[in-house]
Nanobody, 124 residues
Framework: VQLQASGGGSVQAGGSLRLSCAAS????????RSWFRQASGQEREFIAG???????PYYGDSDKGRFTISRDSSRNTVLLIKNLKPEDTAVYYC???????????????????WGKGTLVTVSS
């Protein structure tokens, strides 16, 4: 199983980024997907998740209105981040959770597979 996150990079505050997570080696319809992030020296933080059917987005507590999670036509999981802030600087990880839904999507201990992460750096 491989989860490949892409789309990170260096951007200026106020910009947007589209992160994408492509999965291989697993049945897409059996796994929910979540995005977490971890800034240097900080704990991992749940950002958003979407259930195994690619519906019912569920968001973490951080600035919910700036994050949008969805599944695209290629069945990749997309995280759109708007109005980026320097505090968004972190490594963003996608994760797969078997049949996850709702609050379960934020449970890192329930994650079956982790991607390697993509670095987002936001400058002021």
């Amino acid at each position: 199983v491989q989860l490949q996150a892409s789309g990170g990079g260096s951007v200026q505050a106020g910009g947007s980024l589209r992160l994408s997570c492509a999965a291989s080696g697993l049945s897409v319809d059996d796994y929910a997907r979540s995005w977490f992030r971890q800034a240097s020296g900080q704990e991992r933080e749940f950002i958003a998740g979407i259930n195994w059917a690619g519906r019912s987005p569920y968001y973490g507590d951080s600035d919910k209105g700036r994050f949008t999670i969805s599944r695209d036509s290629s069945r990749n999981t997309v995280l759109l981040i708007k109005n980026l802030k320097p505090e968004d600087t972190a490594v963003y990880y996608c994760a797969a959770l078997r049949y996850g839904n709702g609050w379960q999507l934020r449970d890192a201990d329930a994650v079956n597979y982790w991607g390697k992460g993509t670095l987002v750096t936001v400058s002021s």
